[in-house]
């Protein structure tokens, strides 16, 4: 019964959807990983949660400038490289979507 119910109501859209992403010393790729992200949720509402995680690198800076110019943009800082699975789960405890 209850998937006769969503099959009556058609397919609905995703409120929000969020995308967490580390970041560690990828100053090359962040802006490319931007626009495809872009890309691949062209018409949804997103937001692009990046958690810099210790980077040595301009990757702090290229956060900051994204988040500049796109308002779904979000950098988190992590003060050293914890590692992936902590930056991840700090950039879930930002996420909204």
Same mark, same amino acid.
């Given at each position: ?6 099959? +009556? #109501?058609?397919?609905?859209? /995703?409120? +929000?959807?969020?995308?967490?992403? /580390? ?7 962040? %802006?490319?990983?931007?626009?495809? $992200? ?6 949804? /509402?997103?937001? +692009? $949660?990046?958690?810099?995680?210790? #980077?040595?690198?301009?990757? /702090? ?11 779904? $943009?979000?950098?988190?800082?992590? #003060? ?15 996420? #909204? %979507?």
């Amino acid at each position: 019964m209850e998937n006769s119910a969503l099959a +009556l #109501s058609g397919p609905r859209s /995703p409120e +929000l959807v969020s995308v967490v992403a /580390p970041i560690y010393n990828e100053e090359g790729t962040i %802006g490319e990983f931007h626009a495809r $992200v872009c890309a691949a949720l062209e018409g949804l /509402p997103f937001e +692009l $949660v990046l958690v810099d995680d210790g #980077s040595s690198d301009g990757s /702090p800076l290229m956060l900051e400038t994204l988040a500049a110019g796109d308002s779904r $943009v979000r950098g988190v800082h992590l #003060s050293r490289n914890f590692g992936n699975h902590t930056a991840l789960t700090r950039g879930l405890g930002h996420a #909204s %979507g």
